[in-house]
């Protein structure tokens, strides 16, 4: 059955960088877009950015310019640089197969990021 399983997050200060990782299996990982989505308290999930199963790169505006999202098939991983972070991307972190910025169903357990001021 489909596996992913999100590392990476932590407890950073406003500015700071984390990359997060994405260990995926149970499918042809390399057939498939990635997309890592992240839901704040109190809200809905949000697309962030993601891969095609090729490697071709896509974001939300909100992380344009600070998130870059890559991939290695051969890995079967995929991974989220975040730099210059913010309070505003404190949330729980999921990567998720597929490259619809819709539909979330198949994601993982998620890993926290908190960022304080």
């Known amino acids: 059955q489909v596996q992913l399983v999100e590392s990476g997050g932590g407890l950073v200060h406003t500015g700071e960088s984390l990359r997060l990782t994405c260990a995926a299996s149970g499918f042809d990982f390399g057939s498939y877009g990635m997309v890592w989505v992240r839901q704040a308290p109190g809200k809905g999930l949000e697309w962030v950015a993601g891969t095609t199963a090729g490697g071709d790169a896509f974001y939300a505006t909100s992380a344009k310019g600070r998130f870059t999202a890559s991939r290695d098939n051969a890995r079967n991983r995929a991974w989220l640089d975040m730099t210059n972070l913010r309070p505003e991307d404190t949330a729980v972190y999921y990567c998720?197969?597929?490259?619809?910025?819709?539909?979330?169903?198949?994601r993982g357990q998620g890993t926290q990021v908190t960022v304080t001021s």
């Open positions: 998720s197969k597929g490259a619809s910025t819709a539909d979330f169903t198949e």
